[in-house]
């Protein structure tokens, strides 16, 4: 797994600057307490963000895959970051029981943060450097 991420940091690091975008900041809750969290708290860091939901099929997959990920690297230089965005956080509450993950899980409820980033499915996911560019 290592080296896909390094394929895809180098990948990133090919591409003309022109090419990159300011990643959406957002002020998102966590899902279980009311710790608050924006992107740019983690300016510094690349992020791996990724939104999810209890009804989705694949992130039965990809949430314990990005978790053993984020055990493979230092905190200080690569976070996983998801975004949680059932309507009942109960039902994601339930969700994270049977498949527990130990990286930052934010709820989001709006809408907002999912217009910012144009979602199209669930999972979606954003590579974020550390400037805060995607």
């Known amino acids: 797994m290592q080296h896909l991420i390094f394929i895809l940091l180098l990948l990133i690091s090919s591409i003309s600057r022109a090419d990159f975008v300011a990643a959406p900041d957002f002020h998102l809750k966590e899902l279980a307490n009311d710790t608050m969290h924006r992107l740019s708290d983690y300016r510094g860091t690349v992020i791996y963000l990724d939104f999810w939901a209890s009804w989705c099929g694949p992130c039965r997959q990809s949430l314990p895959a990005l978790d053993r990920l984020q055990k493979e690297f230092s905190p200080d230089d690569f ?51 550390q400037r805060g560019e995607v």
């Open 79 to 129: 976070q996983v970051i998801a975004i949680n965005l059932d309507e009942d956080s109960a039902e994601a509450l339930g969700f994270l029981a049977d498949y527990p993950v130990d990286y930052t899980v934010l709820t989001e409820k709006t809408g907002k943060t999912q217009r910012a980033y144009h979602l199209v499915g669930l999972p979606s996911s954003f590579l974020i450097d």
